[in-house]
T-cell receptor
Framework: AQKITQTQPGMFVQEKEAVTLDCTYD???????LFWYKQPSSGEMIFLIY??????QNATEGRYSLNFQKARKSANLVISASQLGDSAMYFC?????????????FGTGTQLKVEL | GAVVSQHPSRVICKSGTSVKIECRSL??????MFWYRQFPKQSLMLMAT?????????EQGVEKDKFLINHASLTLSTLTVTSAHPEDSSFYIC????????????FGPGTRLLVL
């Protein structure tokens, strides 16, 4: 079974609009961390935001926020006020702190295109 | 965020030669570094986990004699692709994990390897 599922291969959004990128995960660990990374065409993986499984509040970093719904095992990324420079591939990842060997597992990614 | 450098950014080599890729954490010490491989339009696949001063741990299906990893110091890990063949052509990305509470992984800019 997939540990990280990103069901949207591609998303389009208009500039200045908000967009939500979906991510669901599967784990039996009680302690885990969820990450979002951005990968522009240059290839570099840029860390965006982190949510710990015990964090009670949703993580926010500037225009990025993580809609963490633990019971549903979802960790959607919300980008507000989209900019042309947000066009990139976005990966959701999870690190299980006990059963997963403390390694990052990535989803298949969502290609976001911001349009004028 | 923390800075991880990777060198070279691109390399073209002839089949049968060996290629060394360096990964450095520039502003923090990393006891653990990771090496990933990414094919076009696909997610990152973990190849191995590199621990300073000890042998690397390879993922299932990764040939340890072909992909030699050395983690000689807290800021440097190297990946050597030995006797490279065209099927080894790929995008190789290293990552270093900080020692903070989140233990966030920061990624290098990647190395595009083309084996002719």
């Amino acid at each position: 079974a997939q540990k990280i599922t990103q069901t949207q291969p591609g998303m389009f959004v208009q500039e200045k609009e908000a967009v939500t990128l979906d991510c669901t995960y599967d784990t039996s660990d009680q302690s885990y961390g969820l990450f979002w990374y951005k990968q522009p065409s240059s290839g570099e993986m840029i860390f965006l935001i982190y949510q710990g499984s015990y964090d009670e509040q949703n993580a926010t970093e500037g225009r990025y926020s993580l809609n963490f719904q633990k019971a549903r095992k979802s960790a959607n990324l919300v980008i507000s006020a989209s900019q042309l420079g947000d066009s990139a591939m976005y990966f959701c990842a999870m690190r299980e702190l006990t059963g997963g060997g403390n390694k990052l597992t990535f989803g298949t990614g969502t290609q976001l295109k911001v349009e004028l | 965020g923390a800075v991880v450098s990777q060198h070279p950014s691109r390399v073209i080599c002839k089949s049968g030669t060996s290629v060394k890729i360096e990964c450095r954490s520039l502003d923090f010490q990393a006891t653990t570094m990771f090496w990933y491989r990414q094919f076009p339009k696909q997610s990152l696949m973990l190849m191995a986990t590199s621990n300073e001063g000890s042998k690397a741990t390879y993922e299932q299906g990764v040939e340890k004699d072909k992909f030699l990893i050395n983690h000689a110091s807290l800021t440097l890990s190297t990946l050597t692709v030995t006797s490279a063949h065209p099927e080894d052509s790929s995008f190789y990305i290293c990552s270093a994990r900080d020692s903070g509470v989140r233990r966030t992984q920061y990624f290098g800019p990647g190395t595009r390897l083309l084996v002719l």
